[in-house]
C-alpha cells in the first residue's frame, strides 16, 4: 500500500482489495504511474470507492 501525503495517488495491491472483498469498478481514465525508472510503471486500470465518515464529514475516496 503507498499513501503519499504530497500526491493525490493512493495506491493498493490487487490482492489487497481481493482479501477485503471491496468492489471495484473500471477507471473512467485509465493512467499510468512510474516512479523513479520507466520499467517501473503500474497501469491503473480499476478503482475501488470507499465511503468514510467522521461525524458530520462524508466522503468517498
Known sequence: MIIHSGSCE????????EKLALPTEN???????????KENEVRVTKRCLVSFSIRNF???V
Open 10 to 17: 493512493n495506491v493498493v495491491l490487487t490482492t489487497m482489495v
Open 27 to 37: 477507471h473512467p481514465k485509465p493512467y499510468s504511474l512510474s516512479w523513479i525508472q
Open 58 to 60: 462524508e466522503e468517498q
